[in-house]
């Protein structure tokens, strides 16, 4: 993500997206939030209910929104997730991810059955499979290697096309540099929801690269 923009601006615009809750932001990007768009292309807010349940409100830059409670032990297990789901899509520079699509006018409950928007786009399930990875590993306290990582994936889609037609034909590849951009990002979000305390609310920017 933000790849096109000068190198110190670049700097300064990943300080923001995944700086730290009481961390000083460095002078660039200072500078960089004065310059930049009073409208995100999307606002998240994950918050934890004092009853245990969570939820995610996404608010679009036109003012409208979608929303979605998770109760019980959904309210446990989704916002790690959806939390993964913003690390990989603001580092690795998705347009159309679950957040992209959301921001695009796609509503939360658009991504179950019976499927209201059709069959999801192949960008957003690449971006799914990536997260399932990232999700596979935080719950099994290991890290993959980049050639670990790039061969599951290869192995994992070859079986999913052999048995469910429409899945993508060429599976995603990852540097290490871009394994650790996510984690990286991940470990900072995941801190920052798990400081939160009852009725509290973590809001996160979602900006997409320029064409």
């Given at each position: 993500?933000?790849?096109?923009?000068?190198?110190?601006?670049?700097?300064?615009?990943?300080?923001?997206?995944?700086?730290?809750?009481?961390?000083?932001?460095?002078?660039?990007?200072?500078?960089?939030?004065?310059?930049r768009m009073t409208r995100h292309s999307l606002t998240i807010r994950f918050k934890r209910h004092p009853d245990g349940t969570a939820s995610l409100t996404c608010?679009?830059?036109?003012?409208?929104?979608?929303?979605?409670?998770?109760?019980?032990?959904?309210?446990?297990?989704?916002?790690?997730?959806?939390?993964?789901?913003?690390?990989?899509?603001?580092?690795?520079?998705?347009?159309?991810?679950?957040?992209?699509?959301?921001?695009?006018?796609?509503?939360?409950?658009?991504?179950?059955?019976?499927?209201?928007?059709?069959?999801?786009?192949?960008?957003?399930?690449?971006?799914?499979?990536?997260?399932?990875?990232?999700?596979?590993?935080?719950?099994?306290?290991?890290?993959?290697?980049?050639?670990?990582?790039?061969?599951?994936?290869?192995?994992?889609?070859?079986?999913?096309?052999?048995?469910?037609?429409?899945?993508?034909?060429?599976?995603?590849?990852?540097?290490?540099?871009?394994?650790?951009?996510?984690?990286?990002?991940?470990?900072?979000?995941?801190?920052?929801?798990?400081?939160?305390?009852?009725?509290?609310?973590?809001?996160?920017?979602?900006?997409?690269?320029?064409?």
């Amino acid at each position: 993500m933000l790849d096109y923009l000068p190198s110190v601006i670049l700097s300064a615009a990943k300080d923001l997206l995944c700086v730290t809750r009481g961390q000083t932001l460095t002078r660039e990007a200072r500078s960089f939030a004065s310059l930049r768009m009073t409208r995100h292309s999307l606002t998240i807010r994950f918050k934890r209910h004092p009853d245990g349940t969570a939820s995610l409100t996404c608010v679009r830059a036109d003012g409208t929104s979608t929303w979605q409670r998770q109760q019980g032990s959904l309210g446990v297990v989704f916002p790690p997730h959806d939390l993964t789901h913003y690390a990989v899509e603001t580092t690795l520079g998705y347009r159309h991810g679950f957040y992209g699509l959301i921001a695009d006018g796609w509503d939360i409950s658009d991504f179950a059955k019976p499927w209201p928007k059709g069959t999801i786009p192949n960008e957003a399930q690449e971006v799914e499979l990536i997260v399932g990875f990232f999700d596979t590993e935080r719950r099994s306290f290991t890290q993959m290697t980049e050639t670990e990582f790039n061969d599951h994936a290869e192995r994992y889609l070859a079986a999913r096309r052999a048995t469910k037609p429409g899945a993508l034909a060429v599976a995603p590849r990852l540097t290490q540099e871009q394994i650790d951009g996510v984690r990286r990002c991940r470990a900072d979000v995941l801190s920052r929801w798990g400081k939160l305390g009852p009725g509290e609310t973590l809001e996160l920017p979602f900006e997409r690269p320029a064409l």
